[in-house]
């Protein structure tokens, strides 16, 4: 069989490994991507907001300073793969507006408040009324909420179908085929054998294959990432051109302790989700999750029930175990991991290349993605081999 030799592979063809493969071969790396159907993976699910504060949970203040660098750099980044491509990635710097319909809803809103501005972070709180004045189809029963004019938004189809496209002209090569395992020779990963026969030799080998990168075959137990399927369900609506102008910017809200999110396209699409489901490799919709998304946006904004549902949709998001990025080289020497973003994939796309693009051609982890290293959760076994290798 004919071995076909590259300076990377990049095992999976969602966002991340698209703009791995991108940035890779912008920088003179001989870059292969491996993947049946690339441009798609959990990107088809997602709503593409770019929430670096809104999406901000206690205890990842770490994490903010990734996704608030990964944020600042979209403006210019979409701008480059369009001039590229051509192709319109629906970026809108739109901003956000979370909201709380009970007092509870509205205290937590509050605490959250503080504690964002103790970050220095720029959000402003408003009444029901002001809420309302921003956005008028918004619930009577608005108790108060934030706004973040930093908060924007991208189309996530159009993102990996203008970062499919910007590889294809840096000269990527697509090896349309699942990876049937891994390749390792003499302690080292060499590459990958795929589904259809064809051997691949590659210097370097990179796991970005999301919510699947802890089961392909071939890497050694205590090297695949800890990372784990999060289940999640959106639905989509259509906005008729005729209906009057309904959302100006994203809209999130806590309902009853839930979370929900409304993000309006420009192009009249109008996608509603927020569903986080701990239940394994299932990728059924279900009636209990189209309802509670219903339900609860209904309660936001009563006016949803009017628009069509034209789509229903579940996937798996890449949870690692403190749900941050695995970024860089591992315990086995060739082996590099780009997975386990979670929520926080598709706002981290640009940050992730720019990593990748970094150690693909030195070696090394930028200072700034140090606490985001892959290899902060080796195993005994790991550990041990890579202190023999050095």
Known sequence: MHTRNFDALIIGGGIIGLVTAWRAAQRGVRTALADPEPGGGAARVAAGMLAAVTELQYGEQTLLELNSASAARYPDFVAELTDLTGLDTGYRPCGTLTVALDADDRAHLRDLHAFQTSLGLRTQWLSGRECR?????????????????????????????????????????????????????????????????????AASTVLAAGSESGRIAG???????????????????????????????????????????????????????????????DTTVTAGGVYELLRDAHELVPGITELPLTEMLAGLRPGSPDNAPLLGPTALDG?????????????????????MAEVLTSG?????????????????????????TV
């Open 133 to 201: 004045r921003l956005e008028p189809l918004l619930a009577p029963g608005v108790r108060g909420g934030l706004r973040v004019d930093g908060d924007h938004q991208v189309d996530p189809r159009r993102l990996a179908g203008a970062l499919l496209r910007a590889a294809e002209l840096a000269g990527v090569v697509f090896l349309r085929s699942a990876v049937a395992r891994v390749t390792v020779t003499a302690g080292r990963a060499t590459g990958a054998l795929l589904a259809d026969g064809r051997e691949i030799a």
């Open 219 to 281: 890497v050694p137990e205590d090297v695949a990432p800890p990372v784990r399927p999060v289940k999640g369900q959106i639905l989509r609506l259509r906005i008729p051109p005729t209906h009057a102008p309904f959302l100006s910017r994203t809209v999130r809200a806590v309902v009853r302790g839930s979370h929900v999110y409304l993000v309006p396209r420009e192009n009249g699409e109008l996608v509603l989700g927020a569903t986080s489901e701990e239940f394994g490799w």
């Open 364 to 388: 090394e982890l930028p200072d700034y993605a140090r606490p985001f290293a892959a290899s902060r959760f080796d195993r005994p076994a790991a550990a041990a081999r890579l202190e023999q």
């Open 335 to 355: 082996l590099l991991l780009a997975t386990g973003h979670h929520r926080n994939g598709v706002l981290l796309t640009p940050v992730t290349g720019d990593v």
